[in-house]
């Protein structure tokens, strides 16, 4: 069972930017397609971006699209969400997942991380 540990949440203004991390346990990670999710206080966990197990194939969700990108290395068991452009609606916490399928849907992902609060000031 693979653990994800995500960093680099925070505070930050309008209009700036942050990395999101997500490590996993083991090298199992290079065989599970990977995604960001969040979800807002009061709101349903919303899918964020996916990327594939190797990485050819990236997925976004309209409102992030040319904002966020999502990539990973599979050498260090990680993947990234570099997230510019920031506004107060993207608030929320913030969970990586992995998935022998991939795709959208939240039920998709077996295996989740712990969260990371980001928070947008207007």
């Known amino acids: 069972q693979v653990q994800l540990v995500e960093s680099g949440g925070g505070l930050v203004q309008t209009g700036g930017s942050l990395r999101l991390s997500c490590v996993a346990s083991d090298n199992s990670f290079q065989y599970y397609a990977m995604g960001w999710f969040r979800q807002a206080p009061g709101k349903e966990r919303e899918f964020v971006a996916a990327?594939?197990?190797?990485?050819?194939?990236?997925y976004y969700e309209n409102s992030v699209k040319g904002r966020f990108t999502i990539s990973r290395d599979n050498d260090k068991n990680t993947v990234y969400l570099q997230m510019n452009s920031l506004n107060p609606e993207d608030t929320a916490v913030y969970y990586c997942?992995?998935?022998?399928?991939?795709?959208?849907?939240?039920?998709?992902?077996?295996?989740w991380g712990q969260g990371t609060q980001v928070t947008v000031s207007s």
């Open positions: 990327i594939s197990s190797s990485g050819g194939n990236t």
């Open positions: 997942a992995a998935s022998t399928l991939g795709g959208t849907l939240y039920s998709g992902y077996d295996y």
